[in-house]
């Protein structure tokens, strides 16, 4: 932002048209109904037949096949049962698809939010976390309906990268367990305690255990090198899971550790709930409220990068608060779009949303089929498929570019990293909104510039007459025009007011040019209704210039009305009314 001075009437110089901003004709308005018409209702309007019906199926399939293992894994490391994984993907996934505002996203349980529902069970159990994941619904709902989701788009970067990196690592700690079949009655959540019992556990490991996690690793990994298209993870899965089956090898299964997984839902039921319940579980709803809708919203852009389409946020928000309420209702995790097998559904060549609700129909079908043989998967297998999951999660590239090149960003990234692995995913991601708000509003602040014959704004300097000095030969002129460009809000306010507040001289006429001034709040009006108002005492007349509708309303709201300055739509009138002005007096 600056503040340019462009002289007195006699020397004043012709100034070029600046475009008005705030007059730009806006994009033609959403309705209601088409905000919230799923994508699903548009794929059928556009005509859908056999061809397309083919490619969903073919699509649903795959990402299936990809869910299935990675649903019971997920589960598994949130401290729940695996069945409930595969409950959330069916019924959740159904509804993101049918009812989202995204073609291709598939909604289900993510690895995001292992530790947050870890954290939920340990603390108000698993009834607890189903009430949590029902108001979390409940939120979502609210937030789409009223259409906010626009603003989750305004999490800083280093924040996602710094949160999603704690994920990670916290969900790999959580998987040494399995992966070397450790002898543990009770592991902690916390990151800390949770490092401190694996290290006294380490002589108990299982050589079996260990080999087997290795074997699925290096499977997985081979497969996606040779033939990328490969489903990977069920086959390491469904071989580990044979094996054990075959040399009945002393090793964690399923079945040993959680009795096999049903072959049907369950019939649906409401948790238990108070008044004061809810209150209790209420921090917990609002984290899986604003992790789903930001990790959703990254999936479905995710998905737009790859497709050329465009989602509707609020819609899909919607979805994903029912689809929380209806997976809670049936005992399943918490539901969010899940950015893998999103992008494995557009890499399958999905039509629309038809995929998304036939996946859920093939893990349904893959439930009541071949729910027996899940008992002898191991869960090394399964943990290593969790362990390949957090490898991926963390963006180490952009993690150490972070760190490399920005000061004020990487104070943000470790902050929230931090947060998140030593405290709370919750404090990791306000903390590092804050800061990354601090550090926007200081980086806004010092683009603002009192111009004469030069800057007359020093960072960090002593308390000087500077305005003196700079305006001192211009303190007699009849007119004076300064240019105020940028978001003239509260953080610039105080650095626009002082340097003001030191102009020396009365002219008879202040032009303000306004015209490049996007956005004013309450603090800059009041700044600049205190400069007018002293002027007007020193008999000076103050004209506001070139302000646009949405500038010249927070104007009037804040007391500058036109019985305190003058209004007018262009430098070159403001200045033929203070020529005609002069004349008057004169005459």
Same mark, same amino acid.
């Given at each position: 932002?600056?503040?340019?001075?462009?002289?007195?009437?006699? =020397?004043?110089?012709?100034?070029?048209?600046?475009?008005?901003?705030?007059?730009?004709?806006?994009?033609?308005?959403?309705?209601?109904?088409?905000?919230?018409?799923?994508?699903? /209702?548009?794929?059928?309007?556009?005509?859908?037949?056999?061809?397309?019906?083919?490619?969903?199926?073919?699509?649903?399939?795959?990402?299936?096949?990809?869910?299935?293992?990675?649903?019971?894994?997920?589960?598994?490391?949130?401290?729940?049962?695996?069945?409930?994984?595969?409950?959330?993907?069916?019924?959740?996934?159904?509804?993101?698809?049918?009812?989202?505002?995204?073609?291709?996203?598939?909604?289900?349980?993510?690895?995001?939010? /292992?530790?947050?529902?870890?954290?939920?069970?340990?603390?108000?159990?698993?009834?607890?976390?189903?009430?949590?994941?029902?108001?979390?619904?409940?939120?979502?709902?609210?937030?789409?309906?009223?259409?906010?989701?626009?603003?989750?788009?305004?999490?800083? $970067?280093?924040?996602?990268?710094?949160?999603?990196?704690?994920?990670?690592? #916290?969900?790999?700690?959580?998987?040494? $367990?399995?992966?070397?079949?450790?002898?543990?009655?009770?592991?902690?959540?916390?990151?800390?305690?949770?490092?401190?019992?694996? @290290?006294?556990?380490?002589?108990?490991? =299982?050589?079996?255990?260990?080999?087997?996690?290795?074997?699925?690793?290096?499977? /997985?990994?081979?497969?996606?090198? @040779?033939?990328?298209?490969?489903?990977?993870?069920?086959?390491?899965?469904?071989?580990? %899971?044979?094996?054990? @089956?075959?040399?009945?090898?002393?090793?964690?299964?399923?079945?040993?550790?959680?009795?096999?997984?049903?072959?049907?839902?369950?019939?649906?039921?409401?948790?238990?709930?108070?008044?004061?319940?809810?209150?209790?579980?209420?921090?917990?709803?609002?984290? !899986?409220?604003?992790?789903?809708?930001?990790?959703?919203?990254?999936?479905?852009?995710?998905?737009?990068? !790859?497709?050329?389409?465009?989602?509707?946020?609020?819609?899909?928000?919607?979805?994903?608060?029912?689809? &929380?309420?209806?997976?809670?209702?049936?005992?399943?995790?918490?539901?969010?779009?899940?950015?893998?097998?999103?992008?494995?559904?557009?890499?399958?060549?999905?039509?629309?949303?038809?995929?998304?609700?036939?996946?859920?129909?093939?893990?349904?079908?893959?439930?009541?089929?071949?729910?027996?043989?899940?008992?002898?998967?191991?869960?090394?297998? *399964? %943990?290593?498929?969790?362990?390949?999951?957090? @490898? =991926?999660?963390?963006?180490?590239?952009?993690?150490?570019?972070?760190?490399? $090149?920005?000061?004020?960003?990487?104070?943000?990234?470790?902050?929230?990293?931090?947060?998140?692995? +030593?405290?709370?995913?919750?404090?990791?991601?306000?903390?590092?909104?804050? *800061?990354?708000?601090?550090?926007? !509003?200081?980086?806004?602040?010092?683009?603002?510039?009192?111009?004469? $014959?030069?800057?007359?704004?020093?960072?960090?300097?002593?308390?000087?007459?500077?305005? &003196?000095?700079?305006?001192?030969?211009?303190? &007699?002129?009849?007119?004076? /025009?300064?240019?105020?460009?940028?978001?003239?809000?509260?953080?610039?306010?105080?650095?626009?007011?002082?340097?003001?507040?030191?102009?020396?001289?009365?002219?008879?006429?202040?032009? +303000?040019?306004?015209?490049?001034?996007?956005?004013?709040?309450?603090?800059?009006?009041?700044?600049?209704?205190?400069?007018?108002?002293?002027? =007007?005492?020193?008999?000076?007349?103050? #004209?506001?210039?070139?302000?646009?509708?949405?500038? !010249?309303?927070?104007?009037?709201? &804040?007391?500058?009305?036109?019985?305190?300055?003058?209004?007018?739509?262009?430098?070159?009138?403001?200045?033929?009314?203070?020529?005609?002005?002069?004349?008057?007096?004169?005459?």
């Amino acid at each position: 932002m600056s503040v340019a001075v462009y002289g007195s009437k006699r =020397n004043q110089t012709s100034m070029s048209a600046i475009p008005d901003r705030g007059r730009t004709q806006s994009a033609r308005a959403v309705s209601f109904a088409e905000m919230f018409t799923p994508k699903l /209702i548009s794929v059928f309007k556009e005509g859908y037949g056999l061809k397309e019906l083919r490619a969903d199926v073919v699509a649903g399939l795959t990402v299936a096949i990809v869910a299935l293992p990675l649903s019971m894994a997920i589960a598994i490391g949130s401290g729940a049962k695996p069945e409930t994984g595969l409950f959330a993907s069916v019924v959740g996934g159904f509804i993101v698809s049918a009812l989202g505002g995204s073609r291709f996203q598939i909604g289900g349980p993510a690895g995001a939010f /292992i530790v947050l529902v870890a954290t939920t069970i340990e603390r108000y159990g698993y009834d607890g976390f189903l009430l949590a994941a029902m108001l979390a619904g409940l939120f979502l709902l609210i937030v789409g309906y009223l259409q906010l989701g626009t603003y989750i788009k305004y999490i800083p $970067h280093p924040v996602t990268i710094g949160f999603t990196s704690g994920i990670a690592v #916290i969900i790999f700690a959580g998987e040494i $367990h399995d992966l070397l079949g450790l002898h543990i009655a009770k592991e902690p959540s916390a990151f800390v305690p949770k490092l401190q019992t694996l @290290w006294g556990a380490l002589p108990t490991f =299982n050589p079996l255990a260990v080999a087997m996690s290795a074997l699925c690793i290096g499977l /997985i990994l081979g497969l996606r090198s @040779w033939k990328p298209r490969f489903p990977g993870l069920l086959v390491a899965v469904v071989l580990s %899971a044979f094996l054990t @089956w075959v040399f009945a090898l002393d090793i964690d299964t399923i079945g040993s550790r959680f009795g096999g997984v049903p072959r049907m839902l369950p019939a649906p039921a409401f948790p238990t709930f108070s008044f004061a319940r809810i209150l209790e579980v209420l921090p917990a709803a609002i984290a !899986m409220a604003v992790l789903g809708g930001i990790e959703s919203l990254l999936s479905a852009v995710v998905a737009d990068g !790859m497709t050329g389409r465009r989602h509707r946020s609020n819609c899909e928000l919607v979805a994903q608060g029912y689809a &929380n309420i209806a997976s809670a209702l049936f005992g399943g995790l918490v539901i969010t779009g899940t950015i893998a097998r999103t992008a494995t559904n557009v890499r399958a060549r999905a039509h629309g949303p038809v995929a998304g609700m036939l996946h859920a129909l093939f893990l349904l079908a893959f439930m009541l089929v071949a729910a027996p043989l899940a008992t002898y998967i191991p869960l090394a297998a *399964l %943990a290593a498929v969790l362990a390949i999951v957090s @490898w =991926n999660m963390a963006d180490r590239v952009e993690f150490a570019s972070i760190l490399k $090149h920005d000061r004020g960003e990487a104070a943000v990234l470790l902050a929230t990293f931090l947060l998140t692995l +030593f405290r709370d995913l919750t404090e990791g991601i306000a903390v590092g909104v804050t *800061l990354g708000a601090i550090l926007f !509003m200081h980086r806004m602040a010092t683009l603002v510039e009192v111009q004469t $014959h030069g800057s007359l704004i020093q960072t960090d300097a002593p308390d000087s007459d500077i305005g &003196n000095a700079g305006f001192a030969d211009i303190g &007699n002129r009849d007119v004076q /025009i300064y240019r105020i460009a940028g978001p003239f809000f509260f953080g610039a306010a105080s650095s626009v007011g002082k340097v003001l507040d030191e102009i020396a001289g009365a002219p008879k006429v202040f032009i +303000f040019d306004l015209s490049s001034v996007p956005l004013a709040d309450a603090t800059a009006a009041q700044t600049l209704k205190g400069f007018i108002e002293k002027m =007007n005492k020193k008999g000076t007349k103050v #004209i506001l210039s070139g302000a646009s509708h949405d500038v !010249m309303r927070t104007l009037l709201q &804040n007391g500058i009305d036109r019985q305190l300055a003058g209004f007018s739509s262009s430098v070159e009138e403001a200045q033929k009314r203070a020529a005609r002005a002069s004349a008057e007096a004169a005459g």
